[in-house]
């Protein structure tokens, strides 16, 4: 007896949780209308974002930007081959000097341990001259560099917010449907409230 009136209990319950996810997949596919659009907004991976979404799908058939896409992108990326290039050698360089005066303190001879030591310091010198000059255009390339992406955000947003609006206007949500599942959600929670 306990296994049938179980039984009839779940074949009850499926029937009933099979209506009510038809109403409530009917109120979620009936909050937007007009759910079909031309214009496509994805993300081609899952670490693009939107605003890349909507520009790179903007700019897909457009050559001479996607050109400017591909010369900007190329800038950048030889900005920071040159900067890794100089950091390196001016790395190298410090590290040496710093080598050299501690192993020429090392010199146990006193007139040889000062002539190298005087050496090293005057070599160490005119390497910095030319490193001031250096670091300013080094300066001069980091400022263009974040110009240039400043620039090139400014330029995306532009392009792709009548995209997003739009996307926005084929849309539109409609707030009687949110309504109406408010009021299953409602209904749901007083059910919940007056069960002992």
């Given amino acids: 007896m306990k296994k049938i009136l179980f039984s009839s209990i779940l074949a009850l319950s499926l029937i009933s ?66 900067k890794d290039l100089y950091n390196d050698i001016l790395s190298k360089s410090e590290e040496y000097y710093f080598d050299a005066e501690y192993q020429a303190k090392g010199i146990k001879d006193s007139t040889l341990r000062k002539e190298i030591i ?35 955000n400014a330029f995306k947003i532009k392009k792709t917010l009548p995209e997003i609006e739009k996307y926005q206007n084929a849309h539109p949500l409609k707030t009687d449907s949110l309504n109406n599942f408010i009021n299953k959600q409602n209904q749901l929670l007083n059910e919940l409230k007056n069960l002992k």
Avoid: G, W
């Fill in 17 to 82: 949780c099979s209506k009510v996810k038809s109403e409530n997949d009917d109120l979620v596919e009936n909050a937007a209308e007009n759910t079909t659009s031309s214009i496509p907004i994805k993300r081609l991976k899952n670490t693009q974002t939107m605003l890349d979404a909507v520009y790179y799908e903007k700019i897909k058939n457009n050559e001479s930007l996607k050109n400017l896409d591909k010369r900007f992108f190329s800038l950048q990326e030889d900005s920071r081959k040159i």
């Fill in 118 to 152: 005087n050496l090293v310091k005057n070599s160490s010198e005119k390497y910095e001259i030319k490193v001031k000059k250096l670091e300013e255009i080094k300066h001069q390339v980091d400022i263009n560099y974040y110009k240039l992406y400043s620039f090139y």
